[in-house]
């Protein structure tokens, strides 16, 4: 519970903060943007991990810096070289977020209909014995 | 590590990700956003932006140095009274060129194409759709005239007319000073307000003239604000003839 709210507040003074903050400039903007997508990411990353059961806050932490630092420094190494390093980043980093996406919802899933399945089961039960206290 | 350090830290996390995707967010959107077709077309976008903010950076960097002269300029003729007549006249020069941002009584004349008149319009063969536009010579007509009749300081859309400026015809865009400027064209100028006044409005003048084909709108003002130029006056060529 209070993770939930740690991350809403978070967020809330994270946009409040950017919004009134300056605008980088536009030579910079290309980093930045590759350093959110590694840091998204991360953060799916960490939900599967959580769902999973195997989450570790230590590797997801070193995750969220490393990843962005290091796709920052491929990007420039990649201008300097005159190779877009950044679209192979891109590549790999919405990847794995599509992957984690599919196995968040198929956890969701499962969840739910697994309720269902348990709610309908109970309703049956209930049926049933009403039935049975009839008959007798 | 207990659930509280859990919860600030990826509360931390969360705060730094949604400031850098605001951040990055408004820089993209005070970006131009035109949608550029080809890769090539991106790059050059890009480099043109690049150059521009490095343009902006020095010019800053200018104005700042700018600043810090005219501080020390203040300070060395503090005490001497030779030397302030001296930071007078400096100061009046700067004015003369066009180097300050110079205030006073004036006119403020405003040429806009009329857009009134389309193709259809234009039937007969020695009518032309170009006549109803404004075009480079007409400034230089209003420049010329206004500086006749004893303008000081003239600038067509904040473009300081100073003795290097030229107006061009660019195709579809006129440029002044190498800027370009579009229709409206905004020409305030200080001086005498009836003189500048009369000067445009005399029978047989620029604005009998222009009313045939374009718009125009003259107006006294008590109070007309001119930006200075903002470009260089550079003197690589020539040299004092020493007497």
Redesign the interface.
């Known amino acids: 519970m209070?993770?939930m709210?740690?991350?809403i507040?978070?967020?809330i003074?994270?946009?409040v903060?950017?919004?009134n903050?300056p605008?980088?400039?536009?030579?910079y903007?290309g980093y930045?943007?590759i350093?959110?997508i590694a840091?998204?990411d991360s953060?799916f990353g960490g939900i599967t991990a959580t769902l999973n059961k195997n989450f570790n806050?230590k590797i997801f932490?070193s995750g969220?810096f490393g990843n962005a630092i290091l796709s920052i420094l491929l990007t420039y190494l990649g201008q300097r070289l005159n190779v877009d390093i950044y679209l192979a980043a891109i590549v790999v980093f919405v990847g794995r977020m599509f992957n984690n996406l599919a196995i968040i919802r198929r956890y969701l899933i499962e969840k739910f209909s697994a309720k269902e399945i348990i709610n309908t089961a109970q309703k049956m039960k209930k049926k049933r014995e009403q039935k049975i206290q009839k008959n007798t | 590590?207990n659930?509280?350090q859990?919860?600030?830290?990826?509360?931390?996390?969360?705060?730094?990700?949604?400031?850098?995707?605001?951040?990055?967010v408004?820089?993209?959107s005070?970006?131009n956003s035109t949608v550029a077709q080809t890769l090539t077309e991106n790059g050059l976008r890009?480099e043109v932006?690049?150059w521009k903010?490095r343009y902006d950076n020095l010019y800053s960097q200018l104005e700042q140095a700018e600043g810090n002269l005219e501080k020390v300029r203040q300070q060395a003729s503090q005490d001497d009274t030779s030397a302030s007549s001296k930071e007078d006249e400096i100061k009046l020069n700067n004015m003369l060129l066009g180097l300050t941002d110079v205030t006073g009584t004036g006119i403020i004349f405003t040429l806009t194409d009329n857009q009134g008149v389309t193709t259809e319009m234009v039937t007969s063969i020695d009518d032309d759709i170009s006549y109803y536009l404004v075009h480079d010579s007409d400034l230089r007509l209003v420049v010329n005239e206004l500086k006749n009749a004893g303008a000081e300081a003239i600038s067509i859309n904040n473009q300081r007319i100073v003795s290097t400026s030229a107006i061009t015809c660019e195709g579809n865009i006129i440029k002044v000073n190498g800027e370009k400027i579009g229709s409206p064209f905004v020409i305030r100028a200080i001086g005498s307000p009836e003189l500048l006044y009369g000067a445009l409005t005399r029978p047989g003048g620029p604005i009998d003239l222009f009313n045939a084909k374009v718009i125009t709108d003259i107006k006294k003002a008590n109070k007309v604000e001119i930006a200075k130029y903002t470009g260089i006056i550079s003197s690589k060529y020539m040299t004092n003839v020493e007497e």
């Open positions: 209070i993770i709210i740690a991350i507040v978070g967020c003074i994270g946009i903060i950017g919004l903050s605008i980088i400039p536009y030579t903007s930045l943007a350093a959110i840091a998204l953060v806050l932490i969220f | 590590m659930k509280k859990v919860a600030l830290t990826l509360g931390i996390m969360c705060l730094l990700l949604t400031v850098g995707i605001a951040i990055q408004r820089t993209i005070n970006t890009d932006l690049r903010e």
